[in-house]
């Protein structure tokens, strides 16, 4: 397709620049569409969907929310073997979709609380939501009262305010595991748009749906019908099928050549029950007849979670494992000391993309996200014109944390499948439109289950955690046994890499056929290492052994030469990078450094906020201490752990008993800067795990946290 500026605002602003002549080439960059979420419109709509059931709808307290009211009288309820009481609730779709506490069962003298599963099936007094159901635990001879109604919290889109929208209010609407800049317009809506038209103009947006009745492992279909009017005209008439999961595209629509003042654009979707948006719409000229007029440098951050930095060669590794990685980090500028600034995924990617410490930030639990106050990195270059979009597999790394603040397109792949997650980010790449673009592709690929193969087989994974539980259950556990148990673990995690690199090595050889590092930065890293029984543990999160904290992290652009940075450096150090990139100054809030600009001997800090051993590292090139997140043992100068890693790289002599002198006079010199560090700025907010939420915890090894 052919790309190129766009701009489109709502009815009354004309986007003509009087000064230049109305030509194609003087348009200004897109801006995303500022719109009223047509609230009666959509609440007809709801009302269709679910008053048959017998439900009543009305507007929500919060902007975008709508509350949906089933009455569940005695007459609702069938008793079970068990005792409990279930009743039918089916409003068209999926309950456990949606957020926690977003259903309650109201009209009891005695409130009722919804439970987990697990506390559910102890027996305790209060309501468990499955499909289609809701099932009631009451205490003995406890009669259902006659006035009990299922009351729904319901969103087709978020309302976002803050420096993600220049300070004005956003719609993001929440389709399909995409979020972004747009407007909702669910089946059986229309919204129509007043904007001024150029002549040769295209409208670009992505169009995305997705049905309403679906069950979490179901990829239940259907149809819809995208249909967009110029001035009465159809421009636009798509059958599209809409998937829980995935789908959308993006199009690119030539309008009449002519161009018109005042036209009126009217978007809508028909078929079957289903939310839909168009996301990043805009209008502007093809790039075939305009120049980028903005030559600032495209900016891509691939985060491969998990990844050791000893599954590459020039840290250490067998070069056979991931040849095509290899062969890029050879072209690129290579950071031999990089270190996470946590041991998990939540806090070290806050940190990565807000640019502040996990104390500072707060994302430190699985229960907390990112702050709205926080300016992240992608609100800062979207802030200056950048194009900003994130293509994620989804569970932390989620709308759910806040870490969709500043990208106007956000899509979470939760089928996790990585070739679906760089067929996205080619997507938004290829739907360029002349502003530089910012793409966050993040995959979960060699994080547990390790899977095998292109097609990503879990089969050895099952395997092998099954002779696991048969070993640890053996009155008499065979040694050996463990041994080859410890080597099926590290061929399938590095077998997991070497999917990962068949992959992703032949994306990157294909960016680079397309002259892509000719104009654009691109940085490769992770969040955190694994730990494959180095320390006689497995796994990640917690202790900060090097396995666990020390990672990749390598450079390619324009104007970098290949070669090898010794320094210490940290993910905090990303922003500030990419704002240099950018030409921009770094916000003030954050408090790494441009990887290109770092002062000598400087240090760098991984905080471990667990409450059950808090601690931060220290690390100034070889030198490695470990203290207690107490400031008293800091400036005290108590470590307990110190480790010459020059001397002892696989850190089997921990000195912390009779430390020497360079790790006493480390600690207290940094004592002053770890307490600004240790200083919560913002307030994470604190969310509440839903059953489905908590399932994919446990399935990536978080044990349901």
């Known amino acids: 397709m052919n790309r190129g500026p766009l701009a489109l605002r709502t009815f009354g602003v004309c986007l003509f620049l009087q000064a230049c002549g109305g030509t194609p080439d003087s348009f200004f960059a897109p801006r995303p569409l500022r719109s009223t979420l047509p609230a009666e419109t959509a609440l007809e709509c709801l009302r269709s969907w679910v008053e048959p ?12 929310e709508f509350r949906i009211e089933l009455p569940l009288p005695p007459s609702a309820w069938i008793q079970e073997e068990s005792g409990n009481w279930r009743a039918q609730c089916s409003l068209g779709f999926d309950l456990r979709r949606l957020e926690a506490n977003a259903c309650s069962l109201v009209g009891s003298a005695v409130p009722l609380r919804e439970l987990a599963s697990n506390v559910f099936e102890e027996g305790r007094r209060g309501y468990l939501v499955e499909r289609d159901s809701i099932v009631l635990c009451l205490d003995e001879k406890e009669a259902i009262p006659d006035t009990l109604a299922l009351s729904v919290s319901y969103f087709f889109a978020r309302l976002q305010h803050g420096a993600s929208s220049g300070g004005i209010s956003a719609w993001r609407p929440i389709v399909g595991g995409h979020t972004g800049v747009g407007f909702p317009v669910p089946s059986g809506t229309a919204l129509e748009i007043g904007v001024d038209v150029f002549p040769h103009a295209y409208l670009r947006f992505f169009a995305v749906a997705e049905p309403l009745a679906l069950g979490f492992d179901e990829l239940e279909e259907c149809e819809v019908v995208f249909r967009v009017e110029y001035d ?11 998937r829980r999961l995935g789908g959308g595209r993006w199009y690119e629509i030539p309008l009449p050549v002519e161009g018109q003042r005042h036209a009126r654009l009217r978007f809508a979707v028909e078929g079957s029950p289903a939310l839909a948006a168009f996301l990043s719409p805009s209008i502007g000229p093809a790039t075939s007849e305009v120049a980028r007029r903005d030559d600032r440098p495209d900016i891509i951050l691939v985060l491969l979670d998990t990844l050791r930095a000893d599954a590459l060669s020039f840290y250490g590794g067998d070069p056979d494992i991931a040849p095509g990685l290899n062969a890029f980090g050879e072209k690129s500028v290579r950071f031999q000391r990089a270190w996470a600034p946590a041991s998990w995924t939540l806090p070290s990617q806050s940190s990565m993309l807000s640019g502040l410490q996990p104390e500072q930030h707060g994302t430190v639990k699985a229960t907390r996200s990112l702050p709205p106050a926080i300016v992240t990195v992608a609100e800062h270059l979207q802030q200056a014109g950048y194009r900003t979009g994130a293509t994620t597999e989804a569970l932390f790394v989620a709308r759910r944390y ?34 530089p673009s910012f793409l966050f592709l993040h995959t979960y690929r060699v994080h547990t289950p390790y899977r095998l193969g292109p097609e990503e087989n879990r089969e050895p994974m099952r395997k092998l955690l099954a002779d696991w539980d048969v070993w640890k259950a053996a009155d008499d556990p065979d040694e050996q046994f463990a041994i080859e ?16 690199d068949t992959v992703l090595g032949p994306w990157l050889s294909k960016l680079e056929s397309q002259g892509y590092f000719d104009r654009g930065y691109m940085v490769i890293t992770s969040d955190h290492g694994e730990a494959l029984q180095d320390h006689g543990v497995i796994g990640h999160g917690g202790r900060h052994w090097e396995e666990r904290i020390r990672i990749p992290l390598f450079v390619r652009g324009p104007g970098l030469l290949p070669g090898v940075i010794g320094d210490p450096v940290t993910l905090v150090d ?13 916000h003030p809030a954050w408090v790494g450094s441009p990887l290109f600009q770092l002062q000598k001997e400087r240090v760098v800090f991984t905080f471990n906020s ?17 203290a207690p997140l107490d400031m008293a043992a800091i400036r005290g ?26 790790a006493v006079d480390l600690l207290r010199g940094q004592a002053d800067t770890i307490a600004e560090l240790m200083k919560a700025g913002f307030e994470a907010e604190e969310i509440e795990l839903s059953d489905e939420e908590r399932e994919e915890l446990k399935a990536l090894g978080y044990g349901g946290e």
Do not use: C
């Open 53 to 64: 059931s017998g439900a009543t709808v009305g507007l929500g307290d919060e902007p975008g």
């Open 232 to 242: 009465g005209e159809l421009i636009l008439e798509q059958t599209e099928t809409a």
């Open 402 to 435: 806040g870490m969709d603040q500043g990208f106007e397109f956000f899509f979470e792949n939760r089928r996790r499948r990585f070739q679906r997650t760089l067929d996205a980010a080619d997507d938004f790449l290829e739907s360029g439109d002349g502003r």
């Open 485 to 500: 148990l410890g080597e099926r673990l590290h061929a399938l995690y590095y077998g997991g890499v070497t999917g990962l």
């Open 574 to 586: 990303l922003a500030p990078t990419f704002a240099a990139f950018a030409g921009l100054a770094p």
């Open 610 to 626: 667990d409450e059950n051993e808090p601690a931060v590292t220290v690390h100034d090139l070889d030198h490695k201490v470990v």
């Open 637 to 662: 100068g108590k470590p307990m752990a110190v480790f010459d890693l020059a001397r002892d790289h696989e850190e089997e002599n921990n000195l912390f008993k009779t430390p020497p002198v360079w």
